[in-house]
T-cell receptor
Framework: RKEVEQDPGPFNVPEGATVAFNCTYS??????FFWYRQDCRKEPKLLMS???SGNEDGRFTAQLNRASQYISLLIRDSKLSDSATYLC?????????FGAGTRLTVKP | GAGVSQSPRYKVTKRGQDVALRCDPI?????LYWYRQALGQGPEFLTY????????KSGLPNDRFSAERPEGSISTLTIQRTEQRDSAMYRC????????????????FGEGSRLTVL
């Protein structure tokens, strides 16, 4: 089983749609969780951290379920500029492991 | 510069040659990570350092791969006797994380070194 698993997609959605991505992780001792965004041919960049209580940043909401070892990212009111690959990242101490990414395309 | 710098940006080599990829992290960043990324895949963990100490090299595919960070700053990833399957984007990232403490999670990546083995 992979350490971090994501649905690869692709997700093709119209502008304004709400889309959700899921991620599962195998190591129950994992301590912190993040979503990164990667644009085509670019390096990954931090989108947001994921806290146990759930957290929101504008149109983006991240949630964590430790019991199920599950992380989610919800994007509301999708914009064309949201088109990218979204990477789930799990940190056990300082060892950062990435999922394979979920590709999102937002269309006019 | 202010960001993570990697060199060379592109490297084309023949099978069997050795290559060395360099990473210059953001000044003051304690942790340095090496990843390999194939097209359409997420970054695959190779190894990481806190200061000059290599903390985890479990992701290195085999003993042809090695990494060092002798002075706790610049790091070199070396691939000996390259094979075609080594072709990929090699990414370096640094963070402010301190040894034994939780990382903030913000890794700052360089632009990568694209390796092509013919």
């Amino acid at each position: 089983r992979k350490e971090v698993e994501q649905d690869p997609g692709p997700f093709n959605v119209p502008e304004g749609a709400t889309v959700a991505f899921n991620c599962t992780y195998s190591n129950s001792a994992s301590q912190s969780f993040f979503w990164y965004r990667q644009d085509c041919r670019k390096e990954p960049k931090l989108l947001m951290s994921v806290y146990s209580s759930g957290n929101e940043d504008g149109r983006f909401t991240a949630q964590l379920n430790r019991a199920s070892q599950y992380i989610s990212l919800l994007i509301r009111d999708s914009k064309l500029s949201d088109s990218a690959t979204y990477l789930c990242v799990v940190n056990m101490r300082d060892d950062m492991r990435f999922g394979a990414g979920t590709r999102l395309t937002v269309k006019p | 510069g202010a960001g993570v710098s990697q060199s060379p940006r592109y490297k084309v080599t023949k099978r069997g040659q050795d290559v060395a990829l360099r990473c210059d992290p953001i000044s003051g960043h304690v942790s340095l990570y090496w990843y390999r990324q194939a097209l359409g895949q997420g970054p695959e963990f190779l190894t990481y350092f806190n200061y000059e100490a290599q903390q985890d090299k479990s992701g290195l595919p085999n003993d042809r791969f090695s990494a060092e960070r002798p002075e706790g700053s610049i790091s070199t990833l070396t691939i000996q006797r390259t094979e075609q399957r080594d072709s990929a984007m090699y990414r370096c990232a640094s963070s402010l994380a301190r040894q034994g403490q939780m990382s903030t999670g913000e890794l700052f990546f360089g632009e990568g070194s694209r390796l092509t083995v013919l």
